[in-house]
C-alpha cells in the first residue's frame, strides 16, 4: 500500500497523511519540509542510481527518463516522442 504523498487520499496535507499513517500529530510529514537538511548532491547522485538501476533494460537506445518539473502545458509537435498526455497543471489531456 503506499504511503505518504502516494496515498490515495481526497485531501493531502500534513495532517491527513499523519492520520491515515497512524501518527497523532503532523510533526513527521512536517519535518521533511521543513527542518530536514540533506546534500543535494548526494540525493541527485542516489536518483540517477536508482532510476538506472530500475529503468535501464541493458540496451543503450531505451532508457529515456525525462522529468518536467515547470508543469507548463507543452503544445510541440514536433519533439521527439511527443504526444497528447494528462497535465496535472492544466487539469485535463493536453
Known sequence: MPTGPLMELEDQNCWTLAEAAGHSTPDRPQHFPARASWDEQQVTAQAARWAIEHLDDGDPGHTVLIIDETADAKSSTEAAGA??????????IA
Not at 504526444?83 to 485535463?92: D, E, N, P, T
Request: proline content about 0%; hydrophobic content about 30%.
Open 83 to 92: 504526444a497528447r498526455h494528462h497535465s496535472g497543471a492544466l487539469g485535463h
